[in-house]
């Protein structure tokens, strides 16, 4: 049962704060939610939730190992936690397929015969078995992306972060990539997503966290964060982007 | 039917087509009738463009040039090898591996900051010089060595601007796949990388190509010392005219494909 338990967490660059204390629990099989706007610290979170930025303050626990000490090996971390970003960033030098395989490869040291039919299996659950030998300058943006959560997946990651995945992707595009997300989340698969689909983080998170300045100003239940926001600044927020 | 836009283009193309060719065509015919009307006309003529000892010399050249090639064939590979370890070493971020970074730092500065035919000097007439036994003191290792050390120094630059053209957000996303610094150089941005500097690579080994007869200065006698034999020989520079003949027919068209590629991956990108 993963958990991940973040307190306290500080992260500034140079001079300038992006989190200025961040408490947050994700467990097993919870989908939450980050809203705000841009700025507001929801990237930088993830990313030092995987350990692409190291923490200034605070700790970052996986199922109770201090995962944000100093000198703890980042790659274990990433190996269970899977990540997604907005400008897809496949590998443009290798087919949908090589995309999936390398690390799966490279780190579990699985021959290609061994683990293609797991992967095949994932390319056609996410719809794309005939564009899985295609190179990513040859697919649409949204199969792009799914290609990218296909290669998360592909790890067999415990928990995966997604990078407002959407953000970048032509609005008819947006609904393939969030099939996929809504199918993850009828497994039960723990994600912790930043978002500015508000439709569907109202529809499928099981916690919604408003973020601004570097906080979390406000959390909890996506009917209350949306229907009856208690600060200020949550219903400003959400009366510009609703 | 051609419309009437059709029409007006393909008469503007003739028209440009036209006056191209009559400007080509009277700087040839200025340049046909001006040239021999110099003094010295007939004594060039003669000592650079005399058709018997072209004739009589150009197959000694050819095969001199035999030699440039298998020179340039040995240090190419090593070459690529070379520049792309130091490229690798410049970019080391383990503390314990500082001093290969600051040797390979080091290393650049200095070759690409010598004249080639200063280190074909000093490495070519240097080692040799410590008495080393045959075969160490034959000039085609140590002529070799130096072109490979400068060349290596500048393809290893390259490399280098190829690898910090590789967008971040690359690394980002196979590191976070759980990769190991060491593979996502490997896998992700060293086949990225070299790809993108093809053209350039290109335009140094055609480059290195003219360089291999520097190496005639410190002994092999490959096609630049030949002709030098013939004029000798002969005393006549016609030679000299063959031989670079020899060369224009490698490299124009080496640096055609250069070029080709260059735009190709120029059009690629936009």
């Known amino acids: 049962m993963p958990t991940l338990i973040l307190t306290d967490v500080h992260k500034s660059f140079g001079t300038n704060p992006v989190l200025r204390g961040i408490d947050l629990t994700v467990t097993s099989g919870q989908m939450i939610c980050l809203i705000g706007a841009s700025g507001s610290g929801k990237s930088t979170l993830l990313r030092c939730m995987n350990l692409l930025e190291p923490i200034d303050d605070g700790r970052i626990e996986l199922d109770g190992i201090d995962i944000s000490e100093p000198g703890y090996d980042p790659q274990r971390v990433r190996q269970r936690i899977g990540t997604v970003f907005q400008s897809y960033n496949l590998f443009p030098h290798m087919s949908a397929l090589e995309n999936a395989m390398l690390a799966p490869r490279r780190i579990h040291r699985q021959s290609r015969e061994e683990m293609e039919p797991r992967i095949t299996t994932l390319f056609a659950r996410f719809g794309l078995a005939d564009r899985m030998h295609h190179y990513p300058d040859q697919l649409s943006g949204g199969q792009q992306q799914r290609v990218a959560i296909i290669r998360a997946l592909a790890m067999q990651p415990q928990i995966m972060l997604f990078d407002e995945i959407t953000s970048a992707l032509d609005p008819e595009l947006v609904g393939e990539v969030l099939d996929v997300l809504r199918q993850l989340r009828a497994e039960g698969m723990t994600m912790v997503l930043a978002t500015h689909e508000m439709g569907f983080a109202r529809e499928l998170a099981d916690t919604v966290c408003f973020l601004h300045a570097g906080r979390i100003l406000e959390s909890g239940r996506p009917e209350q964060v949306f229907v009856h926001p208690q600060q200020e600044r949550t219903r400003a927020f959400l009366s510009r982007v609703l | ?270």
């Not at chain 2, 340049?31 to 000694?60: C, H, K, Y």
């Not at chain 2, 410049?90 to 010598?114: C, E, N």
């Not at chain 2, 034959?138 to 490979?148: E, K, N, T």
């Not at chain 2, 490959?222 to 002709?227: G, L, N, P, T, Y």
Request: glycine residues 6%; positive net charge; charged residues 15%.
């Open chain 2, 1 to 270: 039917m051609p419309s009437r836009r059709q029409i007006f283009e393909s008469r503007q193309r003739r028209r440009a087509n036209l006056i191209a060719a009559s400007s080509t065509g009277a700087v040839l015919v200025a340049l046909i009738v001006l040239v021999p009307m110099a003094p010295g006309w007939d004594a060039v003529q003669r000592s650079f463009f005399n058709a018997e000892i072209f004739a009589r010399t150009f197959p000694g050249l050819l095969n001199a040039f035999l030699l440039d090639i298998a020179i340039f064939a040995w240090c190419a590979p090593l070459i690529a090898a070379l520049g792309l370890a130091v490229a690798i070493a410049r970019d080391l971020r383990t503390p314990a591996l500082y001093p290969v970074k600051l040797l390979a730092i080091l290393y650049t500065d200095i070759f690409r900051g010598l004249p080639v035919i200063l280190v074909i000097y000093l490495i070519g007439f240097g080692v040799p010089g410590l008495g080393l036994p045959r075969p160490w003191n034959s000039p085609y290792i140590w002529g070799s060595l130096a072109l490979i050390l400068v060349y290596a120094a500048y393809v290893a630059e390259v490399i280098r601007s190829g690898i910090e053209s590789i967008h971040d957000s690359q690394r980002a996303a196979a590191l976070s796949l759980g990769l190991s610094s060491s593979d996502t150089m490997r896998f992700v941005i060293l086949p990225q990388a070299i790809r993108r500097v093809v053209p350039a690579n290109m335009n140094l080994f055609i480059a290195l190509q003219k360089d291999v007869a520097l190496l005639s200065f410190i002994g092999p006698v490959e096609i630049f010392r030949q002709a030098g034999v013939y004029k000798s020989l002969l005393a006549n520079f016609t030679p000299y005219v063959g031989a670079a003949l020899i060369f224009l027919a490698i490299t124009i068209p080496a640096t055609r494909y250069a070029d080709h590629l260059m735009n190709r991956q120029r059009q690629a990108r936009s």
